[in-house]
């Protein structure tokens, strides 16, 4: 079953801006995560945010989490087209990850 | 560097044959996953272990079974091929609570 939606399905944009992908989920969790796939190849992580927290950064990538609202963005500043992939939420709802689940992804689209 | 090894990038198996789909990480982890990934369903949960010689159901068992002998090494396993079963195989292994997940680069079944 689905847990993680995101939102757009694509997204396409030109270098320099900034890029935006929202996430929603359905039921309680535990931490949010999101990953970066590159065309073909296999997932890799960008960031965790617990359901603590509220904002999280890391270098170019900002990443909120509004547990009333269970949504989460994952902002990307200053795009470059090395940032062309598909990005993937996926949501913990305990400490177990057997029950992490991921969204559909959005496909991010940075033309030079 | 962490690493988590599919030892079959590129497979075309016929309809009713066996398939073999190896999995091996060098990070001692316990915990190691096969997901399944199609356009549009985003990556959906087959089997899971957590230890050795241990395994859990996930989502879309059906069709699947696993082995892991090896704490390093977790095979999935086709008893019979069939053409719904053409799909991007992930491997990914986690070592501890509420961390990311590692995955390897995935491995392209195509069934005829």
């Known amino acids: 079953s689905q847990q993680g939606e995101e939102d757009p399905q694509a997204l396409s944009i030109q270098e320099g801006e900034n890029a935006t992908m929202n996430c929603s989920y359905k039921t309680s969790i535990n931490n949010l995560q999101w990953y970066r796939q590159n065309s073909g190849r296999g997932l890799v992580h960008l960031i965790l945010i617990r359901s603590n927290e509220r904002e999280k950064h890391s270098g170019r990538l900002r990443v909120t989490l509004d547990t009333s609202k269970k949504s989460s963005s994952l902002l990307i500043t200053a795009s470059r087209a090395a940032d062309t992939a598909s990005y993937f939420c996926a949501t913990g709802r305990s400490y177990n990850t057997d029950k992490l689940i991921f969204g559909t992804g959005t496909r991010l689209q940075v033309f030079p | 560097d962490v690493k988590v090894t599919q030892s079959s990038r590129y497979l075309v198996k016929r309809t009713g044959e066996k398939v073999f789909l190896e999995c091996v990480q060098d990070?001692?982890?316990?915990?190691m996953f096969w997901y399944r990934q199609d356009p549009g369903l985003g990556l959906r949960l087959i089997y899971f272990s957590y230890d050795v010689k241990m395994k859990e159901k996930g989502d879309i068992p059906e069709g699947y079974s696993v082995s892991r002998e090896k704490k390093e090494r977790f095979s999935l396993i086709l008893e019979s091929a069939s053409t719904n079963q053409t799909s991007m195989y992930l491997c990914?292994?986690?070592?501890?609570?509420?961390?990311?997940?590692?995955f390897g680069e995935g491995s392209w079944l195509t069934v005829v």
């Open positions: 990070m001692d982890h316990e915990n």
């Open positions: 990914a292994s986690w070592g501890s609570p509420g961390n990311t997940i590692y």
